[in-house]
């Protein structure tokens, strides 16, 4: 029995995903998290239109209570998608990934994330409107803190902190390597020239570390991260789509919901303007602009607090700008995998 899968169906099974998770969320992440493709999803490593790919990320987080923020994170990936054959329906990609999450004005602590991934991508009809993308991460992390100006209880001299009184603490290490390892898969929908979609699931931390940098044996091993992301892309019209979204974490007992939608207005050859917007659960609401140029795609968001940190960071947002490239092939007149340019 033939199935038949239309646009209206794909939003509703996009909100339902929306509304049926009510859970509170973790710290804040990228709140253009389609934008980070090899961080959300190692499936979707080489999943382009086009030859190959650059995103390039930074959040600054919390500058309500710092002025410098108390987070900031750059993020940089770089994949490519390779074909074996010309003739061949089937597809790979190779990429590489960093994200370094800075805390304080001074990087006090520091985790650094390197990773080199692998996907392949296969079509499973004859019609190229179903692709699976099976993918793999592993790299490793460092994570390290700065002893210098740090203070501790210890140093309470019943008044204020004092800097000049010992504070009896010493650390053999500041800084430790792990083993980071993710596997995920895509499955890719392409029911129309006007509608696409694609739906993934991902476990990540599949070597089990202990993330200390002490050697304390009462630390337990890191947990195992889940995720689930949706997203599709509906042409309305030839001047007007839509792009709604949806990512979903779990690790140990901390859960984190965001979902959203954005709105492209198309103008002239191959160019859009977007506005949109989006709301991690019991944490923040987002506002998203951005425009596509050709071949590349600047977005602006900015967060607005809505749980009791907002009580903390004055009314004062997190500023968020995401930048992609995609280089086609000169040799391909058509896309090597059909694909959402912006998940």
């Given at each position: 029995?033939?199935?038949?899968?239309?646009?209206?169906?794909?939003?509703?099974?996009?909100?339902?995903i929306?509304?049926?998770w009510?859970?509170?969320?973790?710290?804040a992440?990228f709140?253009?998290?389609?934008?980070?493709?090899?961080?959300?999803?190692?499936?979707?490593?080489?999943?382009?239109?086009?030859k190959?790919?650059?995103?390039?990320?930074?959040?600054?987080?919390?500058?309500?209570?710092?002025?410098?923020?108390?987070?900031?994170?750059?993020?940089?990936?770089f994949?490519?998608?390779?074909?074996?054959?010309?003739?061949?329906?089937?597809s790979?990609?190779?990429?590489?990934?960093?994200?370094?999450?800075?805390?304080?004005s001074?990087n006090?602590?520091?985790?650094l994330?390197?990773?080199?991934?692998?996907?392949?991508?296969?079509?499973?009809?004859?019609?190229e409107?179903?692709?699976?993308?099976?993918?793999?991460?592993?790299?490793?992390?460092?994570r390290?803190?700065?002893?210098?100006?740090?203070?501790?209880?210890?140093?309470?001299?019943?008044?204020?902190?004092?800097?000049?009184?010992?504070?009896?603490?010493?650390?053999?290490?500041t800084s430790?390597?792990?083993?980071?390892t993710?596997?995920?898969?895509?499955?890719?929908l392409?029911?129309s020239?006007k509608?696409?979609?694609?739906?993934?699931?991902?476990?990540?931390?599949?070597?089990?570390?202990?993330?200390?940098?002490?050697?304390?044996?009462?630390v337990e091993?890191?947990p195992?991260?889940?995720s689930?992301?949706?997203?599709?892309?509906?042409?309305?019209?030839?001047?007007?789509?839509?792009?709604?979204?949806?990512?979903?974490?779990?690790?140990?007992?901390a859960?984190?919901?965001?979902?959203?939608?954005?709105?492209?207005?198309?103008?002239?050859?191959?160019?859009?303007?977007?506005?949109?917007?989006?709301?991690?659960?019991?944490?923040?609401?987002v506002?998203?602009?951005?425009?596509?140029?050709?071949?590349?795609?600047?977005?602006l968001?900015y967060?607005?607090?809505?749980s009791?940190?907002?009580?903390?960071?004055?009314g004062?947002?997190?500023?968020?700008?995401?930048?992609?490239?995609?280089?086609?092939?000169?040799?391909?007149?058509?896309?090597?995998?059909?694909?959402?340019?912006y998940?």
């Amino acid at each position: 029995m033939k199935t038949h899968f239309t646009m209206n169906q794909g939003l509703i099974f996009i909100l339902l995903i929306l509304c049926s998770w009510k859970l509170n969320a973790q710290d804040a992440h990228f709140s253009q998290f389609y934008t980070t493709p090899l961080l959300v999803n190692p499936g979707l490593t080489g999943h382009i239109e086009g030859k190959y790919r650059i995103n390039v990320n930074y959040k600054r987080q919390w500058t309500g209570i710092t002025s410098s923020g108390v987070y900031n994170t750059p993020a940089l990936s770089f994949d490519l998608n390779l074909k074996t054959k010309k003739e061949s329906r089937h597809s790979f990609g190779l990429g590489i990934s960093a994200i370094n999450d800075l805390s304080s004005s001074d990087n006090k602590l520091t985790n650094l994330t390197i990773m080199l991934s692998g996907a392949g991508h296969f079509n499973i009809d004859k019609n190229e409107k179903h692709f699976i993308s099976i993918g793999l991460n592993g790299g490793f992390t460092n994570r390290r803190f700065k002893t210098q100006d740090m203070l501790f209880a210890s140093q309470f001299d019943g008044e204020i902190l004092n800097a000049d009184r010992s504070s009896g603490e010493t650390f053999e290490n500041t800084s430790r390597n792990n083993v980071e390892t993710r596997a995920g898969l895509i499955y890719a929908l392409y029911p129309s020239a006007k509608t696409h979609i694609k739906m993934g699931l991902a476990l990540m931390h599949l070597v089990k570390i202990k993330e200390n940098i002490t050697d304390d044996p009462l630390v337990e091993n890191r947990p195992y991260r889940f995720s689930a992301n949706a997203e599709m892309y509906h042409s309305i019209n030839p001047k007007i789509a839509i792009q709604p979204y949806v990512l979903f974490m779990r690790q140990a007992k901390a859960m984190e919901i965001a979902g959203g939608a954005n709105v492209h207005f198309v103008f002239g050859f191959d160019h859009s303007f977007f506005i949109g917007g989006g709301y991690r659960v019991n944490d923040a609401a987002v506002a998203t602009m951005g425009v596509d140029f050709k071949n590349m795609r600047i977005g602006l968001s900015y967060d607005v607090t809505t749980s009791q940190l907002g009580n903390v960071t004055r009314g004062k947002g997190d500023f968020e700008i995401s930048f992609q490239y995609i280089g086609l092939s000169k040799e391909d007149t058509k896309p090597i995998l059909p694909a959402l340019r912006y998940f």
